[in-house]
């Protein structure tokens, strides 16, 4: 976990790259995660606290507005968001796999900075919802951790989304090893209403691994506690690594964020979200992701 010695190697081998939606290499050999280097350090943004996060953005959150709640995601590449699958109970039939469900999506430029994704303004949150298309699996109103994903488009042909810069989107997914104690950022816009409406905001808040599953983990509410808006939010190496290591999946809740000392579940991005991938973008017919060199075969990149 603290192997960096490759790293001056990769920021040479970086600089003659031109990859859409990854900024900066891994800092650690292949099969290994890079440690945060302090969540603050690298964002600029107002400290001010947010329900034990502070804001932050610019490392490819997103908001997802839908008619009845909200959820945060996550943009890899141009063309597909990762949230949870439970984000579109509600929207979509309970058995429904695929559908066009209508949203706001925003990408966070700050914590209180947004863009529209699906249209107009380019320089504030969206002002009316657009047809978007969801891949999801196990459709349910009790999640699995497991297997608790979605791939959002903008369309059913994967067009990239609207008003994104290739700096914009998280580096790409990690689907290799780590264990108990590895250190992470996690990334949502919850606060602390039902809705993810209470401040406005998207912040960040830092933990580590309690207990690891094959395909979730599991960290106690303490430093980071999620609240309802926040599922689907990424759970990054750090905010200057911005490989995506899982997303939020549910917690144990006492009113609308989770019991301070709760089990908080993570769905890993791992082999099995992979599979999920490779199908759906097949599906609207865009590039499949590929490693990010033979070096670092577990972390993949997206056009």
């Known amino acids: 976990m603290k192997i960096r010695n490759l790293l001056a190697v990769l920021a040479t081998a970086w600089a003659g790259l031109s990859i859409q939606g990854c900024g900066a290499a891994p800092e650690s050999s292949a099969g290994e995660i890079a440690p945060p280097s302090g969540a603050s350090d690298d964002i600029g943004e107002t400290q001010d606290p947010i329900l034990q996060g502070v804001?932050?953005?610019?490392?490819g959150?997103?908001?997802?507005?839908?008619?009845?709640?909200?959820?945060?995601?996550?943009?890899?590449?141009?063309?597909?968001?990762?949230?949870t699958s439970s984000c579109f109970d509600g929207v979509l039939a309970?058995?429904?796999r695929r559908g066009t469900v209508a949203a706001k999506i925003n990408y966070a430029v700050s914590g209180t900075a947004w863009k529209c994704m699906t249209g107009t303004p380019s320089n504030?949150?969206?002002?009316?919802?657009?047809?978007?298309f969801v891949a999801r699996t196990i459709?349910?109103?009790a999640p699995?951790?497991?297997f608790d994903y979605a791939f959002v488009f903008l369309n059913a042909s994967g067009a990239p989304w609207a008003n994104i810069v290739p700096s914009d989107?998280?580096?790409g997914f990690y689907d290799g090893n780590f264990g108990v104690g590895t250190p992470y950022v996690f990334y949502g816009r919850g606060y602390n209403s039902t809705n993810g409406t209470g401040a406005a905001v998207m912040r960040f808040m830092t933990d580590s691994v309690d207990w690891m599953g094959a395909d979730y983990f599991i960290t106690d509410a303490g430093s980071?506690?999620?609240?309802?808006?926040?599922?689907?939010g990424p759970v990054l190496a750090s905010s200057s690594d911005r490989w995506l290591l899982g997303i939020a999946s549910n917690a144990t809740m006492s009113g609308n964020c989770a019991k301070s000392g709760g089990k908080q579940r993570f769905t890993k991005s791992g082999w099995a979200m992979r599979q999920a991938i490779i199908t759906a973008r097949t599906e609207v017919n865009i590039p499949q992701c590929r490693p990010f060199s033979a070096d670092f075969p577990n972390y993949w990149v997206c056009d």
């Open 55 to 59: 804001q932050g953005g610019n490392v």
């Open 61 to 83: 959150a997103v908001d997802i507005q839908l008619p009845l709640s909200a959820c945060t995601g996550v943009l890899i590449g141009s063309r597909m968001i990762i949230t």
């Open 94 to 96: 309970d058995t429904a």
């Open 124 to 132: 504030g949150k969206c002002t009316v919802n657009r047809n978007v």
């Open 139 to 141: 459709p349910s109103t």
């Open 144 to 146: 699995r951790p497991e």
């Open 169 to 171: 989107p998280a580096f």
């Open 224 to 232: 980071a506690r999620l609240c309802l808006a926040d599922f689907g």
